[in-house]
């Protein structure tokens, strides 16, 4: 397991962007896949996005909208929201696994052992 520092969440305007970060500690991110999930209350964690090795994965209705990058470097992955719209509001959380487990199944939270404690994201109309 490692621990993942999320940061960047903060309330902004309907239409804006916003870069999420997660830094995971004692590993690097090419070594690691990382998830992206969003919670709110009262439903259960919603997969957003997803990267393992070179291959990124997305729900489908944030699909065009939402990337995820990963600076190697700077050991930190990123989730980038365009166009931000209410629906959006949420807790944000990422995850990090094995990036095997997470290719098979990247869209539950089976494959990812850590987790970040989470950055609250509020969408404005």
């Known amino acids: 397991q490692v621990q993942l520092a999320e940061s960047g969440g903060r309330q902004v305007q309907a239409g804006d962007s916003l870069t999420l970060s997660c830094a995971p500690s004692?590993?690097?991110?090419?070594?690691?896949?990382v998830g992206w999930f969003r919670q709110v209350p009262g439903k259960e964690r919603e997969f957003v996005a997803a990267?393992?090795?070179?291959?990124?994965y997305y729900a489908d209705s944030l699909l065009g909208r939402f990337f995820v990058s990963r600076d190697v470097a700077n050991y930190t992955a990123y989730l980038q929201m365009n166009n931000l719209k209410p629906e959006d509001t949420a807790v944000y959380y990422c995850?990090?696994?094995?990036?095997?487990?997470?290719?098979?199944?990247?869209?539950?939270?089976?494959?990812?052992?850590?987790w970040g404690q989470g950055t609250q994201v509020t969408v404005s109309s």
């Open positions: 995850a990090a696994g094995p990036p095997a487990a997470i290719r098979i199944s990247p869209r539950t939270t089976a494959p990812y052992d850590s």
């Open positions: 004692g590993r690097t991110v090419s070594d690691i896949g």
């Open positions: 990267f393992a090795w070179n291959q990124a």
